[in-house]
Structures are given as C-alpha cells and as structure tokens.
C-alpha cells in the first residue's frame, strides 16, 4: 500500500483531469477508514487538505466527504486534532461554497465538529445564521446544525427538569424566537420558517405560540417577531407558496398533498378560537393586525361548520367590520377587505352570515360618501390637511378598499365620481384624495366589463362606457401632464394603462363579442405616455437609489425613496404591457431601449424581459425598434459636434457600440430562426448610413462628407456575423443591396480614407460567413484599388471560420503584392488564388469592380505542384514586416518533415492542438492542372487548399517542436 500511494497517488491526487483526482481522494478516504493505523497521518491528511481548494466541486466533494466519515468516529478524533487545527478555517468557509452539494456536506462536518466541541462561538454563529440563505438544501442542512446547538446544550437541558410538557414547549419556541430576532429580519421569516418546516413540530404547536401571545408579558419587538413567525406557519401549513429562492416540487404527491391538508384543519381548529382575541388585542397596531388578518385568508372554512365553530366566525366578522371602521390607513384596509371577501366568498352554511356583514359594510361605506360630496362640496380634496379634507381621504380610502373585491356597480357611485374628477380636473386639484377618485373610477369601468356576457354584449352598458371612458382618459390624461405631485401622476398613468389595457385589441381575441369596446389611444396620448415613463422612470437619481437599497440601508428601505423606486418598477411594467397588448406601437420602446446599459442595475431584468417579449411578438418590428434605438443615439451624438460629424472618441460612441453587441447577443443564436432579424437590421442601417444630407442632395454633390451617417456602419456591423451565406451573398441578399446603393464616387475612388467606414463594411458582408454549409473550394480574390491599397475580398465558400481568420491575416500581408504570400526558411508555404479583377492597378482612381459570387474569375481550388513559378515582373515588392497570424503559419509549414507534401490549414490547426501517437506516411501530391491560376511565390512548393483533398497529418518531431514553440 505505501508503494502504490508514493508510485501513483502522489502524482495522480493532481492530474489535470478532475475525474482521477477524485477518484484519487475518495479512494485515500476509504484507505483511511479501512487502514487508520496506517493512513490516519498528518503525512496523508495533508493530501485531503490540500484538496479542499480545488478548483473543481467535484473534488472538494469527496474530500469533505472523507472528512465526514473521518469525523463520524468519536476514537479517530486524537489523530485528527492538528488537522483540524490546520483546515478548520477552510471548512467553516466552505459551507458558502458556490456548489451547493459541497456546501451541504461542509454543513454536516461542521455539526459534527460542533458535537465534539470544536468551533467557537463565532464560528457556530455563522454557520447558524445560513438558514436565511435562498438555497434550500443548504438552508435545511444548517437547521439541524442550529437545532443542535440550540436543544443540545447541557445548560438549556437543566432548565427543562423541573418543567411541565407545556412549559418546555414554550420555553423551546422562545429559544427559537430568541435566535430569530437576533440574527433574522423581520421579513424574512418565511426563509425561517421554511427551513425549520419538516424538522421540529414547535412550528405546528398552534396553541403553545397563541398562549405566549395571549398570556405572557412579552415585549414589543417579541410580539413583533412571534406574530409574523405563526402567521409564516400557518400559511406554511396552508400549503402556501415559498418564499423567493426556495422552489418547492411542481408536483406534489399525493401522500404531501394529504399531510398539507391535515395540517391545515389543524390550523384552523387551533386559531380560529383565539384569533378574534388576538385581533382585539392588538387592535391599535396595523403591522400586528395586518399579520393576524392574513391567517384567516388561509382557514379551511368548512371547519368552522363541521366542528359547530359559527360563533367564532361571527366573532371574527365582527372584528373585522370594527377594523375598518376605525383605521383608515390603505394597507390595512385592503387587507381586511380582502379577508371579508374570503370570508364570505363560498358555498358553507355560514355563507349567509358573511354576505349580511357585507352588505352592511358597503351600504355605509357608500352612504358616508355620497353624503358627504352630495351637496357639491369638492372643496375639501383640495386641503387634504384640514380636517374636513383629512376626513375626505378616509372616506375615499375605504371605498376604494371595497371597489377592489367588491362589485359596487348597483349602489350608483360613478356618476359622483365623474363629478369629482371633472372638479379636480378643471380647478388643478392633484392631492391625494384625487388618486383615490381615479382609481375607484377605473375599478368600476372594469367591473361594468367583467359584467357582460361573454356570448353577448350589453348595448346599454356598451354605450355607457363609449361615452364615458374617453372622458376619463382625457381627464387622467391632463392629470399626467398638468400635475405637480409626482405621485400622483405616476398614479394617473398606471390607472391610465390600465384602462386601455382592458379595452386593447387584445381583448378581442379572448371575446370576439366586444370589438365595439376596443379603443384606439390617439399619437398625442401615446407620445405623453412616452414622455412621461421616460422622464419618470429614467431619472438620474435611480442608480443611486438602487445602490442605496443594494447596501441595505434600513432608512431607505422603509423611506421613500424604496417606495419611488418601486413604482417606477410598476410604471415601467406598465407601459412594456401597452406595448405587448398591442396598444402602442412597438416602434415607441425604442425611446426605452436606449437606456438597456445605462440603467442595468436598475432595470436590467425588466428591461431584458420586455425585449425578449417584444421579440416573441414580432421579428420584424422588433428588429426595427432596435434599429430605431440605435439611430437615436447616434443622432445625439451627431448633434454633440457642430459639424454634423462623429466624434468617435466621444463615451457615447463606445455606449453606442456597447449598447449594439447587448441587442445582438439578444438576437439569439439559432441563425435561421432570426435571418428576418439580421437582415432587417442590415437593409435598415444602409438605407440609413447611405442616406445624404439635404443640401448635397440639391446641389447633385456626391463626395463622402455628404453622408453624414455613413459611421452608421459601423454599428450595423455588430450583427454582420450572423448572416447566413444566402442572406450575405444571395441574388438579394446584403451584398447584392449594398452594391446596387454605393455612391458613384466611392466606385471610382474607394480607397479614400473618408470612405474607410464603406470599405470596411462591404468587406464584412462580402466575405463568406453566418452558418456553415458543405465544405467549398479554399479560394479567395482580392480586389486591389491600387498599390499599396488593403482589397476588398470577393465572396466564395469557406469549409471554416479559422481558415477565413487565417486569410483575412494573409489579406492584411499581401498589402501592395497583388495577392502575393511571401515564403521565408525551409519548406513550402501556403499560397491565396488571387485573380485582379482589372489589367491595371497603377492608377488609384481607377474605378472598383465587384466580383461577382458565380462569376469564373473565381478559380477552384488548386493542386500546387513541385515546379519553381517566377515571380511577376509587374508585382511590386514585399514589405519587410508581415502580420503575426501569416507568420505562425510560414513557421509552422517549414518545420514539417516531409518536403513534398503540407497539410491543409484546417488540419494543421486541429493537430497542432492534438498531438497525435503515430507517425503517419506521407502519399505523393497530385500534379495541378495547367489552366488554373496560380499566384506566383518564391518558394518551389505548391499546396493542395482543396477542401475535398485528402488531409495528411504532421510529424511527431514537428508536433513537439510546434508544443514547445511560444508562438503557436
């Protein structure tokens, strides 16, 4: 065994395949535990240590699960003391190991180590406190460490002796409430909660926490923290959903779905007799009632008639009746609202007794206010800070409350409040009160429509809301551009949203019956409603407000600025549903769009969401709103210099260019689901880059400063990458466009510098590229201008994107040799078919001919022979320096063995990256036929570039040197 470990497991712990190095540690584990009076040594533990910090998780895994069983035997722990001395650090650190398998593994150790008393105070604190964490295995895995350390200590047992069996339960759930108002938050007892569920039963002893909060003197924060734990429970129990991060099963069995129900009847049997005396207790507080009323939305209501309960729900109508009458804040009366329309929402016996209480509390609620703003008194809305006007608020308030659950359509209220709005519309009345008004009236056009028949539309309720609902939209829409409360006019444009929301084209799709109802928002309303998300939701301020909330500040998460930040979240999600409903035109996001970069860490999900969708509706017009973005910004920085021009130096340049590869990586990858994507950005762009300005187009001028967008290109050119070949190079295709649009001064002088922009892009779309077909014939022609000049490539088929990187190098090398690849040192060099497409090249402005694709200037790929070809006479000389990539290759040609035969460059590439373990044998080259154009070199060989030759693989002796040398 110690020669196996130091002939192989010294070597093979640190292979470069993580596969074998944990296998190496797992098998040392065993070794450990099979063989300790052998392997039980700090000289082998070093190993597993070590290992810890492996890179892979898959590593780390099996150490700390050797680990695990090392730390399992109570006897092994004197040989592991310097050990642990040495790695306890590392395990503790790794229970937030980003794996998640790793960090339940590192969980378990550490409960052991704290069953032998090895970590200290800090360290059990922090692996404690991982029972908030999102993961749920992990936050599951420290609930047993923390019920260890909570229930297990020898001092919290001596004082359960003297106890009874109600009193220990007590004193163990305080323990729990201890720990979580010492390292939790208030909100996030459901994380709490979630991770206790399944292994203590104190979370399901209803009466013991109903006592402590009905019987003992408890503090404030104490009250504070049990009430949100047994409201968390009891929903927990009610088969309430989880808190974000911690996905419960999609599907759940029938065995859970029967202990879920069990649960909660035994819920409901528990609190429904002490929740009316909880609610009357802590009635004066709105953040304990608000608690306690959310349980009763979670009741088995068929309980309170099987188990002959119907005085304790009458109990409980009562309170709730008495909480709205005597609190007027908006979330609490939503809630209690909301928990009347549970109540009195079902098919029981006591059905009859919660529709008496409802009625009873919308008659009143409805009589106060018509009583109030009857006899023509409006003033009141205008002073929210009088008393009247204080009174005005609640009164609104609550009806707004109801009009939320309730269908008030019958107590004739809107007509009053039409009044209402046209009185705060035509004094400028934007208080408050007035949002209220607004959102009741929008609640009772939408319960007149949930009122029709979906067969068959109401004439008269049809004709009512023709004739009202564009009052109402005028009204809201001065209220969003005349107010002075930001408020409320974020108030105004949800409610407005809203509104044409309900009656969008969209809703003809699901009732076909109420086509009259569908309204058309007019350009002006859709341009305020623009203006308004722009200079509302885009406001300089956000990044701070999201910094602010990121560090989690306490003051601003309760102030209002989390509030601000939060609804222009909403107003945000707001305009993106107009847009996908069809109520506005999608080229409008375009104005938004804009903004992707700059305010990511604001809005990034949502605004990558509302793209995404936008592009599931439509290829085409999204392609066009992202186009439309793109010019936008570009137009803005055209006006930042005074000539028109772009400044490319400019920040907003490089946010142009960033903000078109965001949008292409948005475009997706599957190239032939998004070829009307691609190419309608590319038609766009040019016919916008090639657009000329006003002036020059009277005066018939045609020179480059005449196109002020011809950077424009630049941009477009992101997205060239993924045309597939039949839209690059098709009879209509961006080449094809391209050509037929080009000014006729760029065809007579192209290689003018202000035409470099041009240049480069119709290089780009001419060169073979997008997705890959069969493999073609290796052939390129460069299309020289002039000496000295860098030629457009003309467009033929690539077997692979490294061979097209490969020669655009040997295009930018062969500047001023007409195609010619000078060879240098031993061997054969590859070599470009280049055929000029015009005699002669002397003259710079000699006019630019374009190859066509199936033109026979394109030669196939040709079989190099052995014979030596002179030099042109007319070639000019080569420069002395060559690119990098031209280089690499010439040194790797000349360190092959054979001289007669070379590899494909395809080939080369692929071996040079996988040696291989056998010499091959090399075959006798084919002799090239004598018609085909040969570009003359100075070397004697002649390669084979056809991608139908057969491939022959280099040399061991070359695969070495080519492993050893720094350039490949």
Known sequence: MSMLFSSVFVHRYKDIFPDIR????????????????????????????????????????????????????????????????????????????????????????????????????????????????????????????????????????????????????????????MFYMAYGILEHGAYYVDALWGHTDLLKDWSVMTDLLLELELSQAEESFLIELLTCCAIRAAGGSPPPGRVHKKIIATKE???????????????????????????????????????????????????????????????????????????????????LNYLTTNDLAVKKTGEVARNKLIDEIVTRFKDFFSAGNYSPIEDPESESGQESEVILTRLKSVYLYFNLTRWGCFTLLLKLLSYCNQNGVCTQPVSSIMYCTSLHINWIVASFNKDHLDEAGANLLNEKVPVVLKILEDTLLYGDDDNVRSDSFLILSDLISLLSPNLINHTPAFKPLVIS?????????????????????????????????????????????????????AFTRLILYGSFPMILASRIFVHYIRYYDAFGSMMKLSISKCKEASHVLWSKTILQSLKQLFEEIKDMSSDGQVDKTLAEWSYLKELAKRFNLLTGFELTKIRKIIVSIHLGGIEYALKRNNASLSRGEDGPS???????????????????????????????????????????????????????????????????????????????????????????????????????????????????????????????????????????????????????????????????????????????????????????????????????????????????????????????????????????????????????????????????????
């Not at 939305?297 to 002959?308: C, G, I, Q, T």
């Not at 989690?552 to 998460?557: F, L, N, P, R, Y």
């Not at 490969?806 to 000078?822: D, E, I, P």
Request: charge should be negative; include cysteine; aromatic fraction near 8%.
């Open 257 to 339: 779905r029967k202990t879920i129900s069990t649960d909660r009847e035994s819920m409901t049997i528990q609190i429904s007799q002490t929740l009316p005396a909880l609610l009357h207790k802590f009635s004066t507080d709105k953040d304990k009632v608000i608690s306690l009323l959310s349980i009763a939305n979670h009741f088995e209501l068929r309980v309170y008639v099987e188990m002959r309960l119907e005085t304790y729900f009458t109990e409980l109508l009562d309170c709730v009746y008495g909480i709205i009458n005597k609190h007027s804040n908006p979330d609490l009366m939503n809630q209690a609202v909301s928990t």
């Open 521 to 573: 928002p007019s350009l002006e309303l859709q341009d305020h409603c623009t203006n308004f998300v722009l200079h509302y939701v885009f406001s300089g301020d956000t990044k701070d407000e999201v910094v602010s909330v990121d560090m989690e500040d306490a003051d601003v998460q309760s102030g209002e600025k989390l509030e601000r930040y939060q609804k222009k979240r909403e107003v945000f999600a």
């Open 706 to 968: 005449n196109y002020s967008n011809i950077e424009f290109l630049d941009v477009v050119q992101e997205f060239s990458h993924k045309l597939i070949e039949e839209d690059r190079l098709g009879e209509r295709g961006v080449y094809s466009v391209i050509k037929s649009l080009l000014p006729p001064s760029f065809k007579s002088r192209p290689k003018l510098k202000n035409w470099r922009t041009l240049n480069n892009f119709v290089t780009t779309v001419s060169k073979p590229g997008g997705k890959k077909g069969q493999a073609g014939e290796l052939s390129v022609e460069i299309v020289s201008g002039g000496s000295g000049e860098e030629g457009l490539l003309s467009p033929v088929a690539f077997p692979s994107d490294r061979v097209r990187k490969t020669l655009q190098g040997s295009s930018r090398a062969a500047r001023g040799r007409r195609g010619r690849v000078r060879g240098r040192g031993r061997g054969s060099t590859p070599s470009v078919s280049a055929t000029p497409l015009s005699e002669t090249t002397d003259n710079i402005d000699s006019p630019l001919t374009f190859a066509d694709p199936s033109s026979s200037l394109i030669s196939p790929s040709p079989l190099l022979s052995e014979e030596t070809a002179s030099p042109s006479a007319n070639s000019p000389a080569a420069p002395d320096s060559e690119s990098d990539e031209i280089t690499n290759w010439m040194d790797a040609m000349d360190s092959l063995e054979s001289p007669g035969v070379m590899t494909s460059t395809v080939e080369l590439q692929r071996k040079i990256s996988r040696p291989s373990r056998k010499r091959p044998s090399y075959d006798t080259p084919e002799t090239m036929d004598s018609e085909t154009p040969v570009v003359p070199t100075r070397r004697s060989k002649r390669i084979n570039l056809s991608a139908s030759s057969s491939i022959k693989e280099p040399s061991i002796e070359f695969l070495n040197e080519a492993d050893s040398n720094s350039d490949l």
């Open 22 to 177: 944990a296998l190496c540690i797992a098998e040392l584990g065993m070794w450990m535990r099979e063989y300790s009076y052998l392997f039980l040594q700090d000289k082998y533990l070093k190993y597993i240590g070590w290992t810890l910090y492996d890179k892979v998780g898959e590593v780390r895994l099996r150490a700390v699960e050797g680990l695990h069983y090392l730390y399992e035997e109570t006897q092994l722990l004197p040989m592991l003391q310097l050990f642990t001395d040495r790695f306890k650090n590392r395990l503790v650190s790794m229970v937030m190991d980003k794996d998640d398998t790793v960090a339940v593994q590192a969980v378990k150790v550490c409960k052991l180590l704290l069953d032998s008393e090895l970590l200290n105070t800090v360290e059990t604190e922090y692996v404690c406190s991982l029972v908030f964490v999102e993961n749920r295995a992990v936050a599951q895995a420290a609930t047993e460490f923390l019920l260890t350390k909570l229930f297990s200590q020898d001092e919290f047992q001596n004082s359960l002796e003297d106890l009874d069996p109600t009193q220990v339960a007590q004193a163990r759930v305080r323990e729990l409430l």
